[in-house]
């Protein structure tokens, strides 16, 4: 492949609900783009960008995949994802370094909740997004009610460049409205004859052509003046309009395909070539320090590493953009993330896993190496010069959780090693190795996206394993003051064993002042303190460790032993054993032995002392709140909004923004577990959700009574 400059390079993110066409789309792409000799098929398992044995399987894309294709002295950079919400993170991924969205759809079904789904990601990251109704050729398609559906949702801003003329088995022409030409295939498809376009066709062809015009020229005032004296624009001037019209959103062109017989591809081609905007009209990147980064060849280079595939033989392949600057093998590159030195030994473009050595690669376009020694996703090289770094692809949070095991115990090291390996290929599987827990949890984006793991799991490694219901981290805490002290005593044998701890207990919130007096049972403890330690802990909140012993009751040397006895306490809550938080602990008296006095008699004491108080102290359960987000079309909002409630949820509000609603809520993380699947079965698949953790709160009183029978249970069959 030749070397692209800059504004050679089209980048395009292929998007679109499952199963509407788009890894048969590539397919197409690369056959005509004279990268591969013969189309694959889905459901034969041989295409480019479905080359991983899960995606054979299945039939789905999981991965987003790269290739390239010239066509007409450019170079067009694609990026196949998967259209199921359970993998977004690759359509993220590729709509964040791509410069437009091509949008497939599914003449059949029309708009989906796939469609509607990714035009949320790519309205959120503002790219341009392209229509393209696929599938023509299939009997029930049915392009007139996927056009209005799409004008529907998305407005006037959608705009016909194409329409076509027989629709089903026949489909074999189309008329397009910015070139006023027919096309027309054999029943191979490939090449098209381009003929005049036939008079019964003229009178529909004129209206949709000058409407486009008018779409162009309302995106630049140079365009409009010119359209009002001229009553026209030229070819060239459209398609300036058009590109201007992606880049500010102010329009979404529709075009035509059957990709399984490869007919509208290399006009599809020439289109995204002309129209797709240039690398250098894009809103530029920014780095983490919020400097926008231009994409010029000439300045030192930096490069995003923003995918990372483990592939047989190989090794780590990482895929990356050029922010900006020229890269080359041999180049010594920088990991800014990291501060280690790596060198760039070969470059590649690639089609799936095929890849071709390239001598260059410039600012903007899209590439791979290999053999980095610590290389993840998400980090930036730097060539000497540059030294940024980038982050701007903002995968979904996790909303779906599982405990995961080996089915053989034996095989927990060698999963830990396989899950941390496949983190790298998808950064939205999350996983955790919980000592609280004591559970390794995942979390991904579905029950789906969790299937498949545990298929790559099982059959790629031949590793068994099982998922479970991951357990809750809840935390203990007080809510009023109390007191306790306790003697350990011990005396059989040799050396005995003697500490005796008094101690008050109170909920603690920061910066909140201590009294002098405190009073229990009509009996007055005044305080002194003589130190204090702040312990912040490491689940969050603080424990307050105040030292009030008058007249040397206890020696100093034994406090750190009190504390250390208190802490494994806090670090296992008297009610549940789960973390304490927020609590003050003031020593102010004690007992010690002349001989039998030691550091493990006061960590006893001072441990069972606190646990008794901790008790008195109107102890509570926390539990963590998530801030859940539904995005969901209005007609499901009633049930939608029965079955939050039925998980103790509290709504917090709604509003309604395009086409669908939007509903805010605080859910306890215990009620979420199988929300995924759940709001999917309510809805239809048609509403997606967002969650991330908001607080902890108290849980109500027959929460907190049951969790605690729970744990009794446990501990007395332990
Ligand atoms: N007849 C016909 N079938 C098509 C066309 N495009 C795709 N298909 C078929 O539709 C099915 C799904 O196609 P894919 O290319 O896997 O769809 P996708 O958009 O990549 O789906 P995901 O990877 O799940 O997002 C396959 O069986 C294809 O053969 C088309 O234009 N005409
Ligand atoms: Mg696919």
């Not at 503002?126 to 799409?150: G, M």
């Not at 409407?211 to 630049?220: I, Q, R, S």
């Not at 780590?316 to 920088?334: A, E, H, I, N, Q």
């Not at 050595?357 to 791979?368: F, Q, T």
Request: aromatic letters at 8%.
């Amino acid at each position: 492949m030749k070397v692209y400059q800059t504004n050679e390079i089209r980048n395009i993110a292929l998007i679109g609900g499952s199963g509407s066409g788009k890894t048969t789309l590539a397919e197409a792409l690369l056959f005509e783009g004279g990268i591969i000799k013969r189309r694959g098929s889905v459901d034969s398992g041989n295409t480019v960008c479905d080359y991983f044995p899960v995606e054979k399987e299945y039939g789905y894309s999981v991965f987003s995949t790269i290739f390239s294709v010239e066509w007409e002295g450019k170079k067009l950079n694609f990026i196949d994802s998967p259209g199921s919400d359970d993998f977004s993170g690759g359509a993220v991924t590729s709509m964040s370094v791509t410069d437009a969205a091509l949008m497939v759809l599914n003449a059949q079904y029309g708009v989906e909740v796939g469609t509607i789904n990714m035009f949320r990601y790519a309205e959120a990251i503002r790219k341009p997004v392209i229509f393209l109704i696929n599938q023509l050729d299939k009997d029930n398609a049915d392009y007139e009610k996927t056009l209005s559906q799409l004008k529907e949702a998305y407005g006037s801003k959608v705009v016909q460049i194409q329409y076509p003329l027989q629709i089903g088995q026949g489909f074999h022409q189309m008329i397009d409205v910015l070139k006023m030409k027919m096309y027309q295939w054999k029943p191979e498809g490939g090449a098209p004859d381009i003929l005049d376009i036939p008079a019964s066709e003229k009178a529909k062809a004129d209206e949709l052509h000058n409407a486009l015009v008018e779409a162009a020229a309302e995106n630049d005032e140079a365009l409009m003046e010119k359209f009002f004296d001229q009553g026209s624009l030229s070819e060239e001037e459209m398609r300036e309009g058009i590109r201007k019209g992606l880049l500010t959103r102010g329009m979404y062109p529709v075009i035509c395909s059957s990709a399984a017989k490869d007919m509208g591809v290399r006009r599809l081609m020439e289109f995204l070539g002309n129209n797709v905007p240039r690398i250098s009209e894009m809103p530029l990147y920014k780095n983490t320090e919020g400097k926008e980064i231009t994409p010029d060849a000439a300045a030192p280079a930096s490069l995003f590493i923003f995918k990372t595939t483990v592939e047989p033989h190989i090794g780590r392949v990482s895929y990356f953009k050029v922010m900006s600057g020229t890269v080359k093998p041999g180049d010594d590159v920088l990991n800014e993330d990291r501060g280690s030195k790596e060198r760039i030994s070969q470059l590649f473009v690639v089609a799936g896993q095929t890849r071709t050595e390239v001598p260059e690669l410039k600012a903007g376009d899209i590439g791979a190496t290999v053999k980095l020694k610590d290389v993840n996703t998400g980090n930036t090289l730097n060539a000497k010069g540059a030294d940024n770094k980038f982050d701007f692809i903002k995968y979904p949070n996790s909303k779906y959780r599982r405990a995961i095991k080996a089915v053989n115990e034996a095989d927990s090291e060698k999963m830990m090693e396989i899950l941390s390996r496949m983190r790298a290929e998808d950064p939205t599987w999350v996983v955790e190795q919980s000592k609280e827990l004591k559970q390794v949890i995942v979390s991904g984006q579905g029950e789906f996206h969790l299937k498949t793991l545990k298929w790559r799991i099982e059959n790629n490694d031949k590793l068994a394993i099982e998922f479970f219901e991951p357990k809750i981290p809840y935390r203990e805490t007080i809510t009023k003051s109390a007191r306790a002290d306790y003697r350990h005593k011990k005396q059989s044998g040799g050396a005995g064993q003697f500490g005796e701890v008094h101690l008050i207990v109170e909920p603690y919130q920061e910066g909140q002042p201590m009294p002098e007096i405190y009073k229990f049972g009509g009996q007055e403890f005044k305080i002194q303190a003589r130190d204090t330690q702040e312990v912040p802990l490491e689940w969050g909140g603080k424990l307050v460790f105040v030292n009030s012993i008058v007249g040397g009751a206890i020696d100093a040397r034994f406090l750190p032993a009190i504390l250390k006895g208190i802490m494994q306490r806090m670090e296992q809550g008297p009610l549940t054993g789960s973390y304490a938080r927020d609590v003050r602990v003031i020593v102010y008296d004690g007992k010690m032995h002349p001989v039998d006095s030691n550091e493990i008699s006061f960590m006893l004491a001072g441990r069972n002392a606190f646990s008794e108080a901790f008790k008195n102290a109107g102890p509570k359960i926390l539990e963590p709140i998530y801030d859940v987000e539904v995005s969901l079309p209005s007609e499901y909002m009633g049930d939608v909004m029965g079955d939050l409630q039925g998980r103790r949820a509290m709504i917090m509000g709604m509003n309604s923004e395009k086409g669908y609603e939007k509903l805010m809520a605080k859910v306890p993380l215990k009620e979420m577990s199988n929300y995924s699947t759940s709001l999917s079965s309510i809805t239809g698949g048609s509403a997606s959700f967002n969650m991330k953790f908001a607080a902890y709160e108290l849980v109500p009183t027959d929460v907190q009574e049951k969790l605690i029978k729970e744990y009794e249970a446990q501990k007395a069959e332990d």
